[in-house]
């Protein structure tokens, strides 16, 4: 195999897995960072967003909404965010700014079942989502997609992320 080059391969391969490790955990030290202090204050709390999807009741959403995280975003389990992970859809601003940074964090441990990257390049209501983000984090959400699009593993989203960095997070 030597000679026909595989091994300079599997080295690039596993030096590009460990570049790509190393920018992961910086984006994770920003991420924590640019959201330190985000509260959810009159946000969508994660599980009442998955009541608004099940079309519960007020009175269902309400108790939904009594058992939510709402001062620290990284106290969110990643079985909760799993279990809602359709609550992405149906976050107002400041429920999409208080739980972005546990959904990426989630994402970059590898531990989802949920597609951040449609809600980041492909969701009809961004502006609407991420009006609430200041600079910093925009920064970090744009940090976490030029991540995924140097990820040979997210090559089926590269077309969607390489539009939204050029289109909605280049504004």
């Given at each position: 195999m030597r000679e026909d080059g595989h091994e300079a391969a599997t080295i690039a391969q596993a030096q590009a897995r460990?570049?790509?490790?190393?920018?992961?955990?910086?984006?994770?030290?920003?991420?924590?960072?640019?959201?330190?202090?985000?509260?959810?204050?009159n946000g969508t709390g994660l599980h009442e967003a998955q009541g608004l999807d099940?079309?519960?009741?007020?009175?269902?959403?309400?108790?939904?909404?009594?058992?939510?995280?709402?001062?620290?975003?990284?106290?969110?389990?990643?079985?909760?965010?799993?279990?809602?992970?359709?609550?992405?859809?149906?976050?107002?601003?400041?429920?999409?700014?208080?739980?972005?940074?546990?959904?990426?964090?989630?994402?970059?441990?590898?531990?989802?079942?949920?597609d951040l990257i449609y809600h980041l390049t492909q969701s009809i209501s961004m502006e609407e989502k991420f009006a609430l983000l200041?600079?910093?984090?925009?920064?970090?959400?744009?940090?976490?997609?030029?991540?995924?699009?140097d990820d040979e593993d997210f090559r089926h989203e590269w077309e969607h992320i390489f539009n939204a960095l050029l289109g909605y997070w280049n504004e």
């Open positions: 460990q570049q790509l490790g190393e920018r992961a955990s910086a984006l994770k030290q920003a991420i924590h960072l640019a959201f330190a202090d985000v509260q959810l204050e099940d079309y519960a009741d007020a009175q269902t959403c309400a108790a939904y909404r009594a058992k939510d995280e709402k001062t620290d975003w990284r106290r969110i389990s990643m079985d909760d965010m799993n279990l809602c992970s359709s609550s992405l859809s149906f976050f107002n601003a400041a429920g999409m700014r208080f739980h972005l940074p546990a959904f990426m964090q989630g994402d970059l441990d590898s531990q989802v079942n949920y200041d600079d910093a984090q925009r920064a970090v959400v744009v940090a976490y997609l030029n991540l995924r699009l």
